[in-house]
């Protein structure tokens, strides 16, 4: 084959139809415990105004400051030159300037979103880091109280348990206090570094200056020596907060939830407080994390609402199902063909279009490839769709009224009268095979489809 003219950008992918069978399982999954759990489903914009993303995640963050995909007209840019508006890199700050926007604070509180989608970030594209990706986000906003923070995790824990890869994660957690107590220990950590700086690699030089904080999460082996003997932010926590954390502990514990204290997690983006949370590779440690979290109080007042506390989580949906194909977890393959309809001649053809068509309605996985080709190509043809019958109408059975139903995997077949072969087909696919959701005349007893 020659090399393709186009090829997609890099660090973005195709999702090819082998890889949506495990995207459409993960979703459903977590679409089931969301909604168990009294969550709705919310999907803020693509792309919203770069300010969202600035105020909300914080401006001297790698997400704000690198990573983000800048869009507008040419023309239309603000004072300064800048794109007016940012592909989302995450879901948590547009969900927050929609719940000011649409009055959420009216609704019964803690209000409770999820949402499932991609996102963008100009990232260097590595093995679990592409530009685009897909997150699931889960906030809940309007209530503060450990609890709350031990419910969250508790959600995740389930969807992780149902996708079979909750024993591959370790769940870290720590505590970073009130934006008072962070002040003083950021205060602490420039007083640590100060006439060491000359030791730090450039990017944590930076860092000091405009977020010492992150320098706590920094992958520089010479920035993770120095901090070491740094002060730890659990010297600065206020009693307040050293019992708030107790607390969502103690509740993580009595839900049976297995937790690894981690006193240098922080988390990237500027807006959390108190409760942080990863969920991370046990083997290979924080570096690839499949999602993290935390409550971030201090969110919606910066965007502009009024104070209100929130909590949340995100976790990115390719590097989960990423460890369920380590693990060896199976999604189900929703898309196999049941039926292949192969036809010759041009009453045989007549009678397949309708055929098809009658069972498709009936939640038979039907393909008729009604072409003019052989009946031994369209053997070949039904075998490389991988179907599990074949349903075969030649001339001579037109004749007299039958039809060839072959199974495919045991290499049999049988001639049965025409008017049989949808009744027998339904008998051996048996009904929990068919695939028989319909949205206009089901409504009343609604089944999940499980895609989107
Ligand atoms: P963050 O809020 O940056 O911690 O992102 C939450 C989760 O999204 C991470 O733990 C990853 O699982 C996923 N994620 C973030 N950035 C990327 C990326 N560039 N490519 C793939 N997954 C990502």
Known sequence: MSEPKYRSPKGVHDVLPEDHQYMTYVKKAIRHRARQAGYKRIDPPLFEDRAVFERGIGEHTDVVEKELFTVGRKGAEDDAGNKQFALRPEFTAGIC???IEHGMQELPQPVELYSIGPCFRYDRPQKGRYRQFHQFSIEVIGLSDPSIDAQVINLLVKI?????????????????????DRKKYVDAIKDFFTGKE??????????????????????????IILLKNAPTMEQ????????????FLDYLTTLGIAFTPTPRLVRGLDYY?????EFSDRSTGAQNAV????????LIELLGGKPTPAVGFAGGIERMIWHMKEAGVKAPNKDQVDVFVAQLGPEAKKKCLGLVSALRDLGVHTVGALGEASLKSQMRLADRFQARHCLLLGQLEVKDGTIILRDMTAGKQKQIPFDKAIPEIIKILGKKNLDTYSITDKLGEYTDPGEG
Do not use: C, M, W
């Open 198 to 223: 000359r030791h730090l690699p450039e990017v944590d030089r930076s860092r000091l200056i405009t977020n010492p904080l992150r320098l706590l999460d920094s992958k520089e082996e010479d920035t």
């Open 273 to 277: 407080n108190q409760t942080v949370f």
């Open 236 to 247: 600065f926590l206020s009693d307040e907060s050293k019992e708030y954390h107790a607390t």
């Open 97 to 99: 300037r929609a719940y």
């Open 160 to 180: 992780f348990g149902d996708l079979k890869i909750l024993e591959r994660l370790t769940l870290q957690v720590n505590n970073i206090g009130s934006a008072e």
């Open 291 to 298: 999602g993290g979290g935390g409550r971030y109080d201090p």
